[in-house]
């Protein structure tokens, strides 16, 4: 599945942001998706994921609250709306979507970036 990440920009902090990740090749509602970001100097860490059927969808604590991941399955895509924005949400966002048959994401997106400033 190839996966294209969208919506990234500049933005004050307290402002909002919808993230949006088109995925192709694939079977869309056969992967859980998610979103991870990765900040200058920092590892890439877990922001979001939406369940492949029940939609169940699970956050990072430091956005829970803020964000909220959507996905469509008939569009083949994942949203992530991201409101009250902090400068330390400053990273690249990349999509990425994990098949059944594997316990981890497999596939990535290109990234997008988003810059929160003070």
């Known amino acids: 599945v190839q996966l294209q990440a969208s919506g990234g920009g500049l933005v004050q902090a307290g402002g909002s942001l919808r993230l949006s990740c088109a995925a192709s090749?694939?079977?869309?509602?056969?992967?859980?998706m998610g979103w991870f970001r990765q900040a200058p100097g920092k590892e890439r860490e877990f922001v979001a994921r939406?369940?492949?059927?029940?939609?169940?969808?699970y956050y990072a604590d430091s956005v829970k609250g803020r964000f909220t991941i959507s996905r469509d399955n008939a569009k083949n895509t994942v949203d992530l709306q991201m409101n009250r924005l902090k400068p330390e949400d400053t990273a690249i966002y990349y999509c990425?979507?994990?098949?059944?048959?594997?316990?981890?994401?497999?596939?990535w997106g290109q990234g997008t970036q988003v810059t929160v400033s003070s």
């Open positions: 990425a979507a994990r098949p059944t048959s594997s316990s981890s994401f497999n596939y």
């Open positions: 090749g694939g079977t869309f509602n056969k992967y859980d």
């Open positions: 939406s369940n492949r059927i029940s939609g169940y969808t």
